[in-house]
């Protein structure tokens, strides 16, 4: 195979210096979608312009919202106060959260869409979120299989509904919540833990009313339909999932110290943090102020002897995306790291229990898979390997972490995909001193 085929790395020098994170993927989709719902102009800073983000901004071009590109980050939405008549099918590559998220918003009006995707994006299930929307009275014809994309929808004339997630998951909720904007009456939904609420909290900066209860271990959150939208002027603050990887690999080379400054600081997304934390990791956050209506903070780490920890089941959710590269850190550490209670990673981008266990088996790590979870042992990586992604980019990310303090070197194959969050990737960790090539 081509060196484009690969990418490698291996262990080298200390990885020092200051970087920025990309903006958040979740926040840039909801900012794009939000935008294009709504009326008048929304201003954007920081936008991720990954893969998945710009998929999303094709979507609502497609649904007639006017989309700019300003400068780096910099992207005007103009939205005309509703989503119209798509021309062609929506391809939302392989961002489940673009899907997700448009098909709730399209749900809400009169249109017939098409919804499709890449060869990963069509093995993910769908019905989490057609579910409940055909509940509320959208029609769906499945195109090719039940359950998968690409999938028919016709939306209008839906009415609220008081839905009980049985996992939590921002998706769902947020694809539900932009449905009911459109729906007869209130629209509820109960969560059993809290997932990461950045549509709650940008809708209310869009000027709609949320009620939010808490229930016990998780909470309600409702609001009723027929509320409108109105642009305004969104930041976009740094991704925590993407500024997992450098800070990863400051925790597990020789001699590093790392910095990221501008990550966001919401606690239903720093769970990885409050983990390393427990783990003795040398982590701190400095520098907290409020951007963009989130908290943000600097956040440095040094080399650090790593014990194993059991991660609480249910701090899952404030870390869905962060266990394989837990996963690279805990190979490193003395004992085990438990990870429980995280089914939901067997259908992300891919099966990423199947694809971690895997992954550092053959870097030579002892690894134990059960069917909602896995134990990492640390001990002497030895590497060399090259590891199958199935084209997921974090199981990429977290294997070239691990090459970086790996015994021999590490390769991932479809490095491609790692700008469908994080393009930038290889350069921001070359700078930082890590050799990746
Ligand atoms: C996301 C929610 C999570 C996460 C995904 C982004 C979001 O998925 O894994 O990467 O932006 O709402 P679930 O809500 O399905 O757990």
């Known amino acids: 195979?081509?060196?484009?085929?690969?990418?490698?790395?291996?262990?080298?020098?200390?990885?020092?210096?200051?970087?920025?994170?990309?903006?958040?993927?979740?926040?840039?989709?909801r900012a794009v979608i939000l935008g294009a719902m709504a009326t008048g102009v929304t201003g954007i800073e920081g936008l991720l312009e990954s893969e998945d983000v710009l998929a999303t901004a094709r979507a609502v071009e497609a649904f007639g919202a006017t989309v700019e590109r300003l400068g780096e980050g910099r992207w005007r939405v103009t939205g005309r106060g509703g989503f119209n008549q798509p021309a062609t099918a929506i391809d939302c590559g392989n961002a489940g959260t673009g899907v997700r998220l448009l098909m709730g918003a399209a749900a809400g009006y009169a249109l017939t869409t098409t919804?499709?995707?890449d060869a990963s994006l069509r093995k993910r299930p769908m019905k989490r979120v057609t579910g409940p929307l055909a509940d509320m009275g959208a029609r769906f014809d499945w195109l090719a299989a039940e359950d998968r994309l690409p999938v028919r929808i016709t939306g209008g004339g839906l009415s609220g509904i008081d839905y009980v997630q049985t996992v939590a998951s921002a998706q769902i909720k947020s694809a539900i919540l932009l449905a009911g904007l459109n729906a007869d009456g209130v629209t509820t939904l109960t969560e059993p833990e809290p997932s990461r609420d950045h549509t709650e909290r940008m809708l209310r900066a869009f000027g709609v009313e949320i009620g939010v209860l808490p229930t016990g271990t998780g909470w309600q959150v409702s609001l009723k339909g027929g509320q409108a939208l109105t642009g305004i002027a969104v930041t976009v603050p740094g991704d925590p999932s993407s500024a997992a990887f450098p800070l990863a690999a400051g925790l597990i080379v020789p001699g590093s110290e790392v910095t990221v400054e501008g990550v966001m600081m919401n606690r239903l997304r720093t769970g990885l943090f409050e983990t390393w934390r427990e783990?003795?990791?040398?982590?701190?956050?400095?520098?907290?102020?409020?951007?963009?209506?989130?908290?943000v903070g600097d956040v440095t780490v040094r080399h650090s002897a790593l014990k194993g920890v059991i991660v609480p089941p249910e701090r899952a959710a404030s870390m869905i995306d962060e266990y394989p590269v837990l996963a690279a850190?805990?190979?490193?550490?003395?004992g085990a790291t438990v990870m429980r209670?995280?089914?939901?990673?067997?259908?992300k981008e891919s099966d990423r229990i199947a694809l971690m266990v895997a992954g550092l088996k053959a870097c030579g790590v002892t690894v134990d898979e059960e069917p909602e979870g896995f134990t990492v042992t640390g001990g002497p990586v030895r590497g060399g390997a090259t590891v199958v992604t199935?084209?997921?980019?974090?199981?990429?990310?977290?294997?070239?972490?691990?090459g970086l303090a790996a015994d021999e070197a590490v390769a991932v194959d479809e490095p491609g995909m790692i700008a469908t969050s994080f393009p930038g990737f290889v350069e921001l960790m070359r700078g930082l001193g890590g050799a990746v090539s």
Do not use: Q, W, Y
């Not at 783990?279 to 908290?295: C, F, H, K, P, Y």
């Not at 199935?390 to 691990?402: E, F, N, P, T, Y």
């Open 1 to 29: 195979m081509s060196i484009a085929d690969h990418l490698t790395a291996r262990r080298g020098a200390s990885l020092n210096g200051l970087v920025r994170a990309p903006g958040d993927k979740s926040m840039s989709h």
């Open 115 to 117: 919804f499709d995707g």
């Open 279 to 295: 783990m003795e990791a040398d982590l701190t956050v400095s520098n907290r102020r409020i951007e963009g209506g989130e908290e």
């Open 329 to 334: 850190t805990a190979a490193f550490a003395t």
């Open 341 to 347: 209670g995280i089914g939901e990673m067997r259908v």
């Open 390 to 402: 199935h084209g997921d980019h974090r199981i990429a990310m977290s294997h070239l972490v691990l």
